[in-house]
């Protein structure tokens, strides 16, 4: 018998480490993928940011990071619905 998991902890996984409340759920693939995104999302933002030279490029950094806060909660509703799901709630 699977152990169910608790849909609360996988959101607050994935908010912690993007991917881990995937994990968590028993979607391995599934986490690690949301993982390297996440972190492709992230390198971007921070490439974005250093090479930003006296705030001239400011419009790329905003939608840059405003797509990376979507994604990231993106990710914990998707925990969360994978973390009901395999407990039988949906």
């Known amino acids: 018998m699977t152990e169910k998991k608790s849909p609360i902890l996988a959101a607050v996984l994935s908010f912690l480490i993007p991917g881990f409340g995937q994990i968590y ?3 391995a693939r ?3 993928g949301i993982f390297l995104i996440g972190t492709m999302f992230t390198m971007f933002e921070i490439f974005l940011i250093r090479n930003n030279y006296e ?4 419009v790329p950094v905003l939608v840059a990071g405003i797509a990376t806060i979507l994604f990231w909660i993106f990710n914990m509703y998707d925990a969360h619905t994978t973390a009901k799901k395999n407990r039988g709630e949906m």
């Open 25 to 27: 759920s028993g979607e």
């Open 55 to 58: 705030g001239r490029q400011i």
């Open 30 to 32: 599934r986490g690690m």
